[in-house]
């Protein structure tokens, strides 16, 4: 280690390198990757939640087999995730224990309900939309497992996106009432998928930090308008009209104008007081407590296995 114990991690980020994990770094920058990969991983898997509700009521067994596969992805990207997490040194059990405990968050975005079809159309357009813009910059976060898990997780978050985008285009292309179910679901997703950047940058507690670290590259508001002016587009596509009135194509800013979702309303629901942040939580407790006896029998397996071999 050389006098200056941050010498090699300062010069590591000043050359957008990467920082890997027997690298030293700052405790708080570990401490800080935890926070936030933590939260990414227990996002994926409370996600699957809100998607999964539709799988035994798709309309055909096509839709069927893509939910089923999106949220088996889901999945997957919490356990690439909760293993980039265990690198900084701490256990997934442990990072499960935080969460049922209220101790660490999962995004805002997974309080709300999908209450008709059309909802799984707009959570992919929508909040997968917005995650693939949120997480194509942390492809290039300065922490190597973190970055790294991000690439396939994009991958695998576009093709979410456009299956999201192909159900609500039969359906605006459909029936009037088939239209008007797709309205009705960008009507109740649009806002929420504003506020899953996080809050403005003025309010933002840990942005400049994260990015003099090059973990975020991008500010919550610069990643909620690229959103936006991304997604306007795609919506006169569809034939669907974003719910702000205040949207207008500003020239001069060469990005639309629009109307700021509700800061307080994303405050409440970190709280945890969204619409269904109790049952959300709920579940994932039950499915713990459920699988207790496979994790006792993995172990009791894996101890006999010692004593025998
Ligand atoms: N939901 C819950 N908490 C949020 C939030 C949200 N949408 N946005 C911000 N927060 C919290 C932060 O965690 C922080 O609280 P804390 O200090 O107690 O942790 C506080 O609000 C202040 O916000 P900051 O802007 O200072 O926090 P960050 O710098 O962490 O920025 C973030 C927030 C942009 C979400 C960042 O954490 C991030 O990029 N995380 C990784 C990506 C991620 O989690 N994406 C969303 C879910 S994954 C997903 O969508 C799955 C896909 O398959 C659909």
């Known amino acids: 280690a050389s006098a200056d114990p941050t010498a090699y991690f300062d010069a590591v980020i000043a050359a957008d390198g990467k920082i890997e994990p027997r690298d030293e770094m700052p405790e708080a920058y570990r401490k800080g990757l935890i926070r936030q ?18 799988i035994s009521r798709a309309p055909s067994l096509k839709r069927k087999a893509i939910l089923l596969a999106k949220v088996q992805d889901e999945a997957g990207h919490g356990l690439y995730l909760y293993a980039a997490a265990e690198t900084l040194g701490i256990d997934r059990a442990e990072l499960y224990r935080l969460l049922l405990a209220g101790k660490q968050k999962y995004s805002s975005i997974f309080n709300y309900p999908t209450l008709t079809w059309a909802d799984v159309g707009a959570v992919g357009w ?109 919506a006169g596509v569809l034939g669907l009209v974003l719910p702000d009135p205040g949207l207008s194509w500003n020239e001069e800013r060469g990005h639309w104008d629009y109307t700021q979702p509700d800061y307080d309303e994303l405050f409440t629901v970190i709280k945890g007081d969204g619409p269904c942040n109790r049952e959300r939580m709920a579940h994932r407790q039950a499915a713990w407590d459920d699988g207790a006896w496979v994790r006792e029998a993995a172990m009791a397996y894996a101890e006999k296995k010692k004593v025998t071999t």
């Open 126 to 234: 929508l909040v997968d939309g917005a995650a693939i813009v949120n997480q194509v910059p942390l492809c290039r976060c300065s922490y190597g497992p973190y970055a790294r898990a991000m690439i396939r997780i994009c991958k695998e978050e576009s093709f979410h996106q456009r299956q999201g985008y192909e159900i609500l285009y039969t359906l605006a292309t459909g029936t009037p009432e088939q239209k008007a179910m797709a309205q009705d679901a960008v009507d109740r997703w649009w806002y929420p998928s504003l506020a899953m950047f996080g809050p403005p940058d003025t309010d933002s507690t840990h942005s400049a930090q994260s990015m003099a670290w090059k973990i975020k590259r991008f500010s919550n508001d610069d990643l909620r308008q690229k959103f936006v002016d991304m997604t306007v587009q795609q």
């Open 37 to 54: 990969i933590a939260q990414h991983a227990h996002s994926e898997i409370i996600g699957m939640q809100p998607e999964g509700n539709w």
